[in-house]
């Protein structure tokens, strides 16, 4: 069974600083790869998104990350972070190979931007 | 297009009561789920269904039911409350047809059981 780990349970930053959220996972068979955000008292929304093709993928608001198979990995980066960016991330991964496709959900990063 | 709608949305019980939760998705998609949210666990699977008619269990499906008798609604059933089950609970929904599985999540119902 597929495990998800994001190593930081809580990462502070300054406004405009750069961030990197990471996250592993255990199977290095074919998955696919996401983020989701969750801001305060809201459910959760896909951020980015890894299915296959370029290892680097980016969302619409700045944020990137990058699949790296021999490190079963796939960390979250953000050049410089604005207040707004202040949510709970969660990765996940799907495994392609069992059929079902359920995807299993590490158990967050809360990111705080300070002023 | 309201996507996915949970109804509803706080609700407070006593130990032993009974309650159902509704989720409503209305992008014709055929896998839907039921999370829980707990403060640094992450989201965990309750159950989940793969179509009309099916469901099958998640990671904690312990103390809670569901049934998806239409393709758009599913539904958790709480028989007999316990404060454990405390907790936010989302519902999500994706697609089989593309090839990938994307969810989309409902806003969530926060559940005290006192």
Avoid at chain 1, 19 to 37: A, D, G, K, P, Q
Avoid at chain 2, 5 to 20: A, C, D, E, I, Y
Avoid at chain 2, 89 to 108: D, I, L, N, R
Wanted: net charge neutral.
């Amino acid at each position: 069974a597929q495990s998800v780990t994001q190593l930081d349970s809580q990462v502070p930053v300054f406004e405009e600083a750069p961030v990197e959220l990471r996250c592993n996972y255990s199977s290095s068979v074919s998955v696919y790869l996401f983020w989701y955000v969750q801001y305060p008292n809201q459910g959760l929304q896909l951020l980015l998104k890894y299915l296959s093709g370029s290892t680097l993928v980016e969302s619409i608001n700045g944020f990137e990350a990058e699949f790296n198979k021999s490190q079963t990995s796939f960390h979250l980066r953000k050049p410089s972070v604005h207040i707004s960016d202040t949510a709970e991330y969660f990765c996940a991964v799907s495994d392609r190979s069992g059929g079902s496709y359920i995807p299993t959900f590490g158990r967050g990063t809360s990111l705080i931007v300070h002023p | 297009n309201a996507g996915v709608t949970q109804t509803p949305k706080f609700r407070v019980l006593k130990t032993g009561q009974s309650m159902t939760l509704l989720c409503a998705q209305d992008m014709n998609h055929e896998y839907m789920y039921w999370y829980r949210q707990d403060p640094g666990m992450g989201l965990r699977l309750i159950h989940y269904s793969v179509g009309e008619g099916t469901t099958a269990k998640g990671e904690v499906p312990d103390g809670y039911n569901v049934s998806r008798l239409k393709k758009q609604n599913f539904l958790l059933g709480l028989e007999s409350a316990a404060p454990s089950q405390t907790s936010v609970y989302f519902c999500a929904s994706s697609s089989a047809g593309t090839g990938f599985y994307e969810q989309y999540f409902g806003p969530g119902t926060r559940l005290t059981v006192t």
